[in-house]
């Protein structure tokens, strides 16, 4: 049986993974996304001579000769009676990476037809897998909860859980009443890939506020208390990091990252919180002090190498043993 992590070489997270499941002797491989686009095979096969028999489910698979009736192939012919669990680190395929910086000043819409055409193919293997029962972690369609930030906190307040006052909004009238009604406002963006900022003064000028109609922004009141993130794996929290920084997020300066507890609600709303975005695996942000909290995100691929070194947790060893069951 073999674990499948979809990912890059270098990333640390996969890397930790790989690690881990060589502590536990699981067999694994690596799909890696950094091949693409390019000529790294990936094919899915419908039709004569590719589905299931009657009498035998992958009677057209044989792993030794991988015939041409293979249907599933990701970099090798992929049998998914052998895989126990693919971990779905990340499919790339962005136009706006690095990676895409030049192809994407030169050639912008064939670029963008390129990745888009290699992001359905890759994804209705992922689709495919998951329907003839591999667990992927996290499923493709909870993936995407990860650019939808009103939504996740919609949800959230639907589910009982607490979630700060917010609002998204290309509105600069209901923006400005919003800002004006909780009186300690931040913004951030509605889909992710960038940063919280306080909102002063001059982001209340009308010539600002205008640019909204150029794109939404989800305006947020500020809670105070001390910042963690939760792992929840399978349905249990593993792994707690406080995070300590000076800055508003702290990925804008020097922070510190340390083990942590937290009370049984906050770690009961994470996992709640996990579970109402069908999340096997989520990084929950909460903010929290003296007991009182709220749920800021759920990242359904979030980073952990860097707090397993610095906070001396053990994500990706649960993570490990919750794929190789």
Known sequence: MVVALLGTRDDPQVRSVGAALDDRDAEWELWNSGDWPGAEPVSLSVGSGTGPSETDSHSNFDSETAPSGTRTVVGEPVNPERITSVYLRRIGLDPRGPEFEDDLADRPYSLVNQVREYRGLVTSVLRHLESRGVPVVNPVAAQSVHGLKPYQLAAFEDAGIPVPDTLATNDPDAASAFVERVDDAVYKPVGGGGHARSITP????????????????????????????????????????????????????????????????????????????????????????????????????????????????????????????
């Open 202 to 325: 001059a982001d209340l000028d009308s010539d600002r506020l205008d640019r909204l109609a150029n794109a939404p922004v989800q305006f947020q009141e500020r809670v105070a208390g001390e910042n963690y993130r939760l792992f929840v794996v399978g349905g249990d929290v593993v792994a707690t990091g406080h995070i300590r920084s000076e800055e508003l997020d702290y990925r804008l300066g020097e922070h510190e990252v340390d083990s942590a507890s937290v009370p049984s609600a906050v770690q009961r709303a994470a996992v709640r919180a996990a579970d109402v975005l069908d999340l096997r695996f989520a990084g929950v942000d909460v903010i929290e002090r003296d007991g009182e909290f709220a749920v800021l995100e759920a990242n359904p691929s979030p980073m952990f190498a860097a707090f397993d070194e610095r906070a001396g947790t053990d994500v990706a060893g649960h993570l490990a043993a919750f794929l190789d069951r």
